[in-house]
């Protein structure tokens, strides 16, 4: 298995709950961030977290860290139809360098009207 | 952050021919491009980090003289894809290189190879 696998694969919610992806990974980082593709389309960056914070916030995403598991878990709170997309998380390769990515394998999101 | 394009943003070629994807970063300079190959319902895997001015780096299992990657300046990276097959169709996305380790994504194209 690769660096970067997140569970579930696939999530199916209701417009107005919440959202929860998790994403773990298999060595040492110097930062993991989660991005957002919509399909068929590039990814879009939504945060980043490096490895000596916890818990980051910005605007209905909630992300936190856990180096000692090795994990992230990214909350899209109130979710919206127009939230549906892909979720991916990425870790950096090489912690000195911070700039290669590896991405994990993604979880769907669908968030029905 | 910064604004990437790509062009075209699909294509179709037959067997055997050459394909050139161009990535452009609009407004900011450019000094590492990555490249991303994308099969259907499958996660990124980088193929190549591209250097202005230098040769790419390539990944490990990716044929350098199939995917030939130029990164003349700091605004335009592109890759050619040499003598495409069926198995090359995939959706290639580029990315540029922020300044807070974060990556800027393109719009990403799709190949189909006849």
């Known amino acids: 298995s690769q660096q970067g696998e997140e569970d579930p694969q696939a999530l199916s919610i209701q417009e107005g709950e919440n959202a929860t992806m998790n994403c773990s990974y298999k060595t040492s980082i110097n930062n993991l961030q989660w991005y957002r593709q919509n399909s068929g389309r590039g990814l879009v960056h939504l945060i980043l977290i490096r490895s000596n914070e916890r818990e980051k916030h910005s605007g209905r995403l909630r992300v936190t860290l856990d180096t000692s598991k090795k994990s992230s878990s990214l909350l899209i709170t109130a979710s919206r139809a127009a939230d549906t997309a892909s979720y991916f998380c990425a870790t950096d390769r090489d912690p000195t360098s911070g700039s290669r990515l590896t991405f994990g394998e993604g979880t769907q999101l669908t968030v029905n009207p | 952050g910064a604004v990437v394009s790509q062009h075209p943003s699909w294509v179709i070629c037959k067997s055997g021919t050459s394909v050139k994807i161009e990535c452009r970063s609009l407004?900011?300079?450019?000094?590492?491009m990555f490249w991303y190959r994308q099969f259907p319902k499958q996660s990124l895997m980088l193929m190549a980090t591209?250097?202005?001015?230098?040769?790419?780096?390539?990944e490990q299992g990716v044929e350098k003289d199939k995917f030939l990657i130029n990164h003349a300046s700091l605004t335009l990276s592109t890759l050619t894809v040499t003598s495409a097959h069926p198995e090359d169709s995939s959706f290639y996305i580029c990315s540029v290189a922020g300044l807070t380790d974060t990556q800027y994504f393109g719009p990403g194209t799709r190949l189909t190879v006849l």
């Open positions: 407004d900011f300079q450019a000094t590492t």
């Open positions: 591209s250097n202005e001015g230098s040769k790419a780096t390539y």
